[in-house]
């Protein structure tokens, strides 16, 4: 599926296509929660890097989080993958990680072509969630003190969702 996305002040415009294109996942973590927003968290969507076209690039700054593991110090510090944001709105795009340089995740929340519903939803992080939040219950509302068994790929795959060429 051919996904178009902008920032909030429309200075970055991006296009890339997406077999796993249906926003199934929602994050709670903290890193998530304060440079995503939306709700206390953060939904990313798997598409193809080679496929990723961008207009504005100049407005586009990029990060690496800080990962934050006090009960597990050897896994804290900077985070290898890459977020990327408009540096005029502030608007978060989507996450690159070289160790898979296949793939791209776009925030749904930049996403403007309209996006399927998904058949269920995991909420993953949960141990990291603002007191504040609350999380939707309910038979197909999956909860996760971390993160899922299954990938994004294998998810699409098992509801017959993905859509490779």
């Not at 790929?153 to 060429?165: K, N, S, T």
């Amino acid at each position: 599926m051919l996904l178009e996305g902008s920032c909030h002040c429309e200075s970055v415009r991006f296009r890339v296509d997406s077999p796993s294109p249906y926003p199934y996942m929602a994050c709670y973590c903290s890193i998530c929660r304060k440079t995503a927003g939306g709700g206390g968290y953060a939904i990313n969507l798997g598409a193809d890097y080679n496929t990723l076209e961008v207009e504005g690039e100049e407005n586009i700054t990029a990060f690496h989080a800080i990962i934050r593991e006090p009960e597990n110090p050897e896994r804290s510090g900077e985070s290898p993958a890459w977020r990327h944001f408009c540096n005029r709105c502030g608007s978060a795009l989507w996450l690159y990680d070289p160790r898979w340089p296949e793939l791209v995740h776009p925030f749904a929340s930049a996403i403007d072509t309209p996006l399927p519903k998904p058949p269920e939803r995991n909420h993953i992080m949960l141990d990291y969630k603002a007191p504040w939040c609350e999380v939707p219950e309910g038979e197909h509302e999956h909860h996760f003190s971390r993160g899922p068994d299954e990938s994004l790929e294998e998810w699409h795959r098992r509801h017959g969702l993905y859509d490779a060429p």
